[in-house]
Each structure stands twice: as structure tokens, then as C-alpha cells.
């Protein structure tokens, strides 16, 4: 049986690096499959990842949940039975749901394995705050809430974010220490289920097994609504509120029969593609690391994320920018250079500009 381990997280809250650290370690004696999706035209992580010499399956042009929707049903199928992997780790977009994709996943009848959000704790307030549909989304979903950047971090701060994590998600457990200090045994264990994890625990507070009686004196049968107001059947309670026989149409418009249920699994919300803006280049333009840096800071707060490898006069250099951060190291040869930039805006023209895109 494959394990599928999905590893979500906002822009550029470090997916890639944590990606890297597990499979540079225990990982290397399994057979792992990756699957990306780049909210983008153009594919940039992939190429960091493939220098591990993992296998990649690599899905473009738009979000996982949205209108990659089908396409990464197929990927899935495709990738479990070409590569038979003993473990299948997923990447999704970083303005991705990670409650759409785990719909997808069982979709295809794969059983979830860690269900892992990483957090920015230098960004989680402002993340919330702006753009709460799509960063909650990945918390309330996720079992595992890895922090990032800690290292310089005040405890305040990671009490705070802490906090914020456990209003969003009472259940989720979460990882405060420096990746660095941890090893990548350590972090597997973390985000690995354990078998007394198989007793689902009420949304309550209590544990409640597959015929025993609540404390508060109600028999939870599957198919009987929780004294908390939630429906506990195997089948997931509509977005507006009721729950439907799986043949029923619902009030809200949607036919929740279970052959097609993928296809309103946004519970009435907004798609990525609708919130975010993604343009990308390619360009034959050199760059010194001081005129790209310069650029990367010419970038106003609507961009949430950019990043590429280009050209310079002493071989090739990869960026990664995030608000009030950025990273530029050198990089292998690639075939010519790519920028991607992200945002809830985007004025195309300005970016054009920015990095001397004819």
C-alpha cells in the first residue's frame, strides 16, 4: 500500500525545503514518487527537487483543487500504477485548499497518510488576516502545523501563532522547533499517524468508538448527528449546513450525488484562480545578484510570491522573494530563465519592467 503524504503550506512558507530535508535523509531507502503543483506556467521547484534524484510528476498552469481538478485525479492514478511507490508525497499550490485536495485523493480511493501544513510564523498573522479562506483552509485541514523560521522567532510570537493554529484547529498538533535542530526521523515520527490515532475523536472533545455511547448519554451510531451539531456519518456534511442522502439534491442548487460530489467540494468559497493572478516569463536577460536583488525590492505588497533561476556573468542564480524576504544563491545550468511572480494583484506591465521582460 502506498503511503500519501501531502505537504501544504501558503506561499512560501518553506514546502520545498522541508520536502528536501526528509528526502535527504530516511526517505532515501524508500521508493518515493513526488507529485507538484505550480500555481504557474512554469515549473521552478521541480528543478530544485530533482537534483535529490526524486521522481516527479509535475502539474502546471493552475491550482490542484480548481482547474487542475481532473488532471490530478489522472496524475494520481497514473503515478500509483506506473511507479507502484512506497510513498507518494504531494506538494499542492500554495494558495491551494488542502480540504479539496484530500477530496481528490479519496476520490481515487488512496488512503491519506500525514496530512502536514507548514506555517510562515513571520506571515501566519498577516496570512490570516488577508487572506484567511485559503490559509485557515490548510490549517483546519491539516493533522500536523510545522512552523518555520523559529530560529530568531521571540517565544511570544510562537505562543501567539501557536494559538492561532489550535482556534483554527483544537486538534492539530503542532512542530515550534528549528528545522535545523530536528532531524528527519524526528519529523517523520511527528507527522506520521499512529495507530491510536484510528479512534476518531469527536469534534466535542470526547472519543467516541464505532458503537459506544457518548457521555453525554447519546449512542453515536455512524449514521446519527452528534450532540455537538455535527453529522458524524462517513459522508461529509454539505457545505450548506444539512445532510444529504448521497441521491438527494441539495437546497443550495447541488446534486451531492456521490459520482460527482468532486465537483462542489469548494463549499461555496472562492477557487485560487479567482483570488490570485500568476504571470511567467522566460528570458535570455543577465542579471547581477545586486540588480536582482534590487528588482525583488521594487515589488509592492500585492505580490505575495516570486521566485526563478536567470542568467548572470558568473553562471546562473535561483531566487525565491516572499514579502520582506529574499533569497538569491547560485544555481546549476539551466536551458534559459525563468521568473514566475504571484499575487492578489498583478500589474503585468510593472513587472515587465521590473525585470527587463521585452
Not at 497518510?113 to 488576516?129: E, G, Q, R, T
Not at 483554527?168 to 530536528?182: F, T
Not at 446519527?224 to 441521491?247: A, I, L, P, T, V
Request: glycine fraction near 8%; proline fraction near 2%.
Amino acid at each position: 500500500m502506498t503511503k500519501v503524504d501531502v505537504i501544504s503550506g501558503f506561499l512560501g512558507a518553506g514546502k520545498t525545503t522541508l520536502i528536501k530535508k526528509l528526502l535527504s535523509g530516511e526517505l532515501k531507502n524508500e521508493k518515493v514518487v513526488l507529485i507538484e503543483n505550480e500555481f504557474g506556467d512554469v515549473g521552478i521547484d521541480g528543478t530544485f527537487l530533482k537534483e535529490a534524484g526524486i521522481e516527479i510528476k509535475e502539474i502546471n498552469s493552475g491550482c490542484i483543487c480548481c482547474s487542475l481538478v481532473g488532471d490530478f485525479r489522472k496524475a494520481l492514478i497514473k503515478v500509483v500504477e506506473e511507479y507502484e511507490p512506497e510513498r507518494l508525497i504531494i506538494e499542492p499550490s500554495g494558495v491551494g485548499k488542502l480540504s479539496d485536495v484530500i477530496d481528490a485523493i479519496e476520490d481515487v480511493h488512496l488512503d491519506v497518510n500525514a496530512l502536514v501544513c507548514v506555517v510562515d510564523i513571520n506571515k501566519a498573522k498577516m496570512y490570516h488576516k488577508n487572506f484567511k479562506e485559503f490559509f485557515d483552509n490548510q490549517i483546519e485541514a491539516a493533522k500536523t502545523v510545522i512552523l518555520s523560521r523559529t530560529k530568531n522567532a521571540d517565544s511570544e510570537k510562537i505562543e501567539n501563532t501557536v494559538h492561532l493554529i489550535h482556534e483554527l484547529n483544537p486538534h492539530a498538533s503542532c512542530i515550534i522547533a528549528d528545522w535545523d535542530e530536528l532531524s528527519d526521523h524526528q519529523i517523520l515520527e511527528a507527522i506520521e499517524p499512529h495507530h491510536e490515532d484510528h479512534n476518531h475523536e469527536c469534534c466535542c472533545g470526547h472519543d467516541h468508538g464505532e458503537r459506544e455511547e457518548c457521555c453525554c448519554g447519546h449512542d453515536h451510531d455512524e449514521h446519527e448527528e452528534c450532540c455537538c451539531g455535527h453529522d458524524h456519518d462517513e459522508h461529509e456534511e454539505c457545505c450548506c449546513g444539512h445532510d444529504h442522502d448521497e441521491h438527494e439534491e441539495c437546497c443550495c442548487g447541488h446534486d451531492h450525488d456521490e459520482e460527482h460530489h468532486h465537483h462542489h467540494h469548494h463549499h461555496h468559497g472562492h477557487d485560487a484562480d479567482e483570488d490570485f493572478i500568476s504571470v511567467a516569463y522566460e528570458t535570455a536577460h543577465s542579471y547581477s545578484k545586486t540588480e536582482l536583488n534590487d528588482m525583488l525590492n521594487q515589488l509592492d505588497e500585492t505580490i505575495l510570491r516570486a521566485k526563478g533561476m536567470v542568467k548572470s556573468e558568473n553562471g546562473w542564480l535561483f531566487f525565491d522573494y516572499v514579502p520582506n524576504e529574499i533569497d538569491i544563491r547560485q544555481g546549476e545550468v539551466q536551458p534559459i530563465g525563468k521568473i514566475v511572480v504571484i499575487g492578489s494583484k498583478v500589474n503585468e506591465e510593472k513587472i515587465k519592467g521590473i525585470f527587463h521582460i521585452g
